[in-house]
C-alpha cells in the first residue's frame, strides 16, 4: 500500500505559476501509473494528467494542455505537476491518485486505488 501526500498548492495571481509535489511513501512510486485530478464544490472530480508507469508517456487535458505539464522522479518518489499561465478557472482543490492495476493513465477515477488528501489552488482575477 502506498501513502501519498500533495503540497505546493496556495494563492496566485492570475497568469502566475504553482508547481504541486506528490511524495509517494509506503511502496516506491514506480508501481503505479500516477494522475493529477480536480475538484470544486458540487462537481466530480476532473481528470487533469496522467503519466504511465514507467514515465514514458503522459496525457494532458485539452483544458490544460499547454499550461501544465506532469512529471515524475522516482529517485524521489515523487510526482510533479507544473502549472503555468494559471487562470480563475484553474482555481480547485488537486488530489494525486496512483494506480496499482494499471501501468498507463485513464481519465476514470475510479481506475485508481490510492488519493492523497488534496491541495487547494486559488487563482485570483
Known amino acids: 500500500q502506498v501513502q501519498l501526500v500533495e503540497s505546493g498548492g496556495g494563492l496566485v495571481q492570475t497568469g502566475g505559476s504553482l508547481r504541486l509535489s506528490c511524495a509517494t511513501s509506503g511502496r516506491t512510486s514506480s508501481s503505479y501509473a500516477m494522475a493529477w485530478f480536480r475538484q470544486t464544490p458540487g462537481n466530480e472530480r476532473e481528470f487533469v494528467a496522467g503519466i504511465t508507469r514507467s514515465g514514458s508517456s503522459a496525457y494532458h487535458a485539452n483544458s490544460i494542455r499547454g499550461r501544465f505539464t506532469i512529471s515524475r522522479d522516482d529517485a524521489k518518489n515523487t510526482l510533479y505537476l507544473q502549472m503555468n499561465s494559471l487562470k480563475p478557472e484553474d482555481t480547485a482543490v488537486y488530489y494525486c491518485?496512483?494506480?496499482?492495476?494499471?501501468?498507463?493513465?485513464?481519465?476514470?477515477?475510479?481506475?485508481?486505488?490510492?488519493w492523497g488528501q488534496g491541495t487547494q489552488v486559488t487563482v485570483s482575477s
Open positions: 491518485a496512483a494506480s496499482e492495476k494499471y501501468a498507463s493513465w485513464s481519465l476514470q477515477a475510479d481506475r485508481y486505488d490510492y
